[in-house]
């Protein structure tokens, strides 16, 4: 398979889909309705761990016997955390917004990443998708190197586009990464909204496929968006 049909995204999320499989397994932070462990179920088999705080979100993924569900946030420690509940099913967060439309403010229990996954006896982790509407620089930040070195890849929404964190601080999260041997891969031109992170070390793609889907495969795809929408 060549490095550009194994980078897809799917709902909305960037992944290297090459080395994933039935023995993959899958840290879904954000999880919402259960979409992205559903649809990553479908097409690879693999075991799906599904984070969600919010309660009427959690209730809604369904039920699969390779998804593990857990209703809380993952946050920088393990304490409860303060949830504000969006009449936007896709706006909820720890991070309040000052244009989002919130109706209520729940106390949920926070863990930390790493607390999480030593708790969840994960030894293997090929991809966390992370989409926690601005919590994610909190999150890294609290992170091991040796920690984050252990997962395969990251599929990540910044939040930049929402002015919820900054783009410096989304900068100085990626430079973070490429110096503990990941490839960065962003997909958007504008913002850092779908933000692919390759672990190198337990990858194996070839340096050349990588430069070459950063900065021409990509440039391609994106004259073709622009021309689409001229003669649209």
Same mark, same amino acid.
């Given at each position: 398979?060549?490095?550009?049909?194994?980078?897809?995204?799917?709902?909305?999320?960037?992944?290297?889909?090459?080395?994933?499989?039935?023995?993959?397994?899958?840290?879904? /932070?954000?999880?919402?309705?259960?979409?992205?462990?559903?649809?990553?179920?479908? %097409?690879?088999? @693999?075991? @799906?761990?599904?984070?969600?705080?919010?309660?009427?979100?959690?209730?809604?993924?369904?039920?699969?016997?390779?998804?593990?569900?857990?209703?809380?946030?993952?946050?920088?420690?393990?304490?409860?955390?303060?949830?504000?509940?969006?009449?936007?099913?896709?706006?909820?967060?720890?991070?309040p917004n000052d244009h989002a439309?919130?109706? %209520?403010? /729940?106390?949920?229990?926070?863990?930390?990443?790493?607390?999480?996954?030593?708790?969840?006896?994960?030894?293997?982790?090929?991809?966390?998708?992370?989409?926690?509407?601005?919590?994610?620089?909190?999150?890294?930040?609290? @992170?091991?190197?040796k920690f984050l070195q252990l997962?395969?890849?990251?599929?990540?929404?910044?939040?930049?586009?929402?002015?919820?964190?900054?783009?410096?601080?989304?900068?100085?999260?990626?430079e973070r990464f490429e110096k503990?041997?990941?490839?960065?891969? %962003?997909?958007?031109?504008?913002?850092? @909204?779908?933000?692919?992170?390759?672990?190198?070390?337990?990858?194996?793609?070839?340096?050349?496929?990588?430069?070459?889907?950063?900065? /021409?495969?990509?440039?391609?795809?994106? /004259?073709? %968006?622009?021309?689409?929408?001229?003669?649209?």
């Amino acid at each position: 398979m060549n490095i550009s049909t194994s980078i897809q995204t799917i709902r909305e999320h960037t992944i290297f889909v090459s080395p994933l499989n039935q023995d993959s397994i899958v840290l879904d /932070l954000g999880a919402n309705l259960g979409g992205f462990s559903i649809e990553m179920i479908r %097409r690879f088999g @693999c075991t @799906c761990v599904a984070v969600e705080p919010s309660p009427n979100m959690f209730h809604q993924i369904p039920s699969h016997h390779r998804i593990q569900k857990l209703n809380l946030a993952v946050a920088g420690a393990n304490r409860a955390v303060q949830f504000h509940i969006s009449a936007d099913p896709l706006g909820s967060s720890m991070i309040p917004n000052d244009h989002a439309d919130y109706e %209520r403010v /729940l106390s949920v229990t926070g863990r930390n990443l790493e607390s999480l996954v030593k708790e969840l006896d994960l030894f293997q982790i090929d991809l966390i998708k992370m989409d926690v509407e601005g919590a994610e620089i909190e999150i890294l930040d609290a @992170c091991s190197d040796k920690f984050l070195q252990l997962i395969g890849q990251f599929s990540i929404e910044f939040h930049d586009f929402n002015q919820t964190i900054s783009i410096k601080e989304v900068r100085r999260i990626l430079e973070r990464f490429e110096k503990l041997g990941f490839f960065v891969y %962003r997909k958007s031109f504008s913002n850092y @909204c779908d933000v692919l992170l390759i672990n190198k070390a337990t990858n194996e793609v070839s340096v050349v496929d990588l430069l070459f889907h950063r900065y /021409l495969l990509r440039n391609i795809l994106g /004259l073709k %968006r622009l021309f689409g929408k001229l003669w649209s």
